[in-house]
């Protein structure tokens, strides 16, 4: 009975909401995640044809970089509504828009860690015969892993939070559940919905991180000598 | 393309700029806030960051709360706050979150840019017999000024962003005219305002640029050894995972 009366009363923390509204909240945060999870991965898939595109001629480089860093400067309510005459109301939007915002990190690290290969790497596997296509996915690749991962978690971190404001055309995953009571001042809805949507940037961040590791083996030897 | 056209035609209708619900009260009204709050973070946030890292201490905290600062996503602090007991006093709810989201990019960078100055330069300067109130001013902030600016600049497109996600919940300045758009399903006056939001949002950001470089204080002493565009600004650096680790 104690559990009911603190939806009557509107409280902030309030057990009988997660379990009446359970199916609810799960809807919500998956669709936060597959929104996350697309947007990260096609802005992934952007980026390196953007990166190598703009290592391999300087001519590139320039605009590569300034137009992903004025895209970043463009407030998310206002990049959702300029792609909203794109697509109309749809997922596709909101995709788009973390997808433009997930370039400028992605490609500033990809280019940083393809230029933290140290050259000697890069003669040697030359020396041994490796052909262009060869070298970058077996040798500069993985050296430049521990930038690259870097990027991605700066960017899923602040893509699972620029979602909420896709709540604007319905799709924002947790978001909506805040934009929901906000409008009904449904104090234990909006709790409940932050709290989730903090806890699932911190879960992409530490699942991130343990993959950097187990991707990396080699940097932990180096740091335990150091150390 | 209809809706660009219509769009165009919405900003050129003078009825649109005037009154209450007018451009210029919402471009005056999201001025104010962005400006206000930048002050005050500023007022909070340099001061701490310029005595953490003139001691060397505190990094962990300069750095893991900028990272804090991205997982938590503005909507939900704005609401957050609209919905706590602060809700009922005006606009003290959008004011307090722009507040909390300017500091972390102002803390950081200008964390990292005192401790990024030359060691040597620090040593001699102590050598010279300076007091640590002149290596502040004299060496630590003239050299750790470009920095400073890039967590200013940060910070202020960061407020001018988070001020239009305030609409939202029902504030004031540009993002009231999207708002009013979809709420109106007129979508050129939600493209329309979004065009005001991000060209003000690059104005912000350019007219820091040109700030930042007018005011620098090598400038006028020879140049500085290598410039801040030649690295990337402080919370996109690739060296993000080292001071994550901090933790």
């Not at chain 2, 035609?9 to 001025?31: F, I, K, M, N, P």
């Not at chain 2, 640029?209 to 919370?235: W, Y």
Request: glycine residues 10%; proline residues 5%.
């Amino acid at each position: 009975m104690a559990d009911q009366n603190c939806l009557i009363a509107n409280e902030w923390i309030c057990g009988e909401y997660v379990r009446t509204r359970g199916a609810e909240l799960t809807d919500a945060t998956l669709q936060h995640i597959g929104i996350t999870l697309g947007s990260v991965a096609i802005g992934l898939l952007l980026a390196f044809p953007l990166a190598l595109l703009a290592r391999r001629w300087r001519a590139v480089a320039g605009p590569v970089l300034g137009l992903t860093t004025i895209l970043y400067t463009v407030p998310s309510l206002a990049m959702f509504s300029l792609l909203l005459p794109v697509f109309g109301v749809s997922v596709a939007v909101v995709v788009t828009g973390l997808v433009l915002y997930s370039l400028t990190i992605l490609v500033r690290n990809i280019l940083a860690g393809l230029a933290s290969v140290p050259e000697e790497a890069r003669e040697a596997a030359r020396g041994m015969g490796y052909g262009p296509a060869r070298l970058l996915f077996e040798v500069e690749l993985p050296l430049a892993l521990p930038a690259v991962m870097a990027g991605l978690r700066i960017t899923t971190v602040s893509t699972v939070s620029l979602t909420t404001v896709g709540a604007i055309i319905g799709y924002g995953g947790l978001g909506n559940l805040i934009y929901e009571g906000m409008r009904s001042f449904f104090k234990a809805q909006v709790l409940t919905a932050s709290v989730l949507c903090v806890a699932l940037a911190i879960v992409a961040d530490l699942t991130l991180l343990g993959a950097q590791r187990l991707l990396t083996p080699w940097t932990r030897k180096r740091r335990k000598v150091k150390t | 393309m209809g809706v660009i056209g219509d769009a165009w035609t919405w900003l050129v209708t003078g009825e649109h700029w005037s009154g209450a619900d007018g451009v210029w009260h919402r471009l005056g009204q999201h001025l104010f806030l962005t400006a206000a709050c930048l002050v005050i973070s500023c007022a909070i946030a340099l001061p701490i960051a310029l005595v953490l890292g003139h001691l060397g201490r505190g990094g962990a905290l300069a750095v893991n709360i900028s990272n804090a600062g991205r997982a938590v996503p503005t909507f939900a602090v704005l609401v957050l706050l609209l919905l706590s007991p602060l809700g009922t006093h005006g606009s003290w709810p959008t004011i307090i979150a722009l507040v909390l989201f300017a500091i972390p990019p102002l803390l950081t960078n200008a964390y990292v840019g005192m401790r990024e100055v030359d060691r040597d330069v620090v040593e001699a300067a102590r050598g010279m017999g300076m007091s640590g109130r002149q290596l502040v001013g004299r060496v630590e902030l003239p050299l750790a000024f470009p920095l400073i600016m890039t967590g200013v600049r940060t910070a202020a497109v960061q407020v001018v962003a988070t001020a239009t996600l305030a609409a939202l919940p029902g504030g004031g300045g540009l993002g009231r005219i999207i708002t009013a758009g979809f709420r109106l399903t007129d979508t050129p006056q939600v493209v329309a305002g979004a065009v005001l939001v991000a060209a003000l949002a690059l104005l912000v950001e350019g007219v820091f640029v040109v700030l930042t470089k007018a005011l620098d204080p090598m400038r006028r002493r020879g140049g500085r050894a290598r410039g801040p565009a030649e690295r990337p600004p402080a919370d996109q650096a690739p060296t993000a995972p080292k001071s994550l680790e901090l933790t």
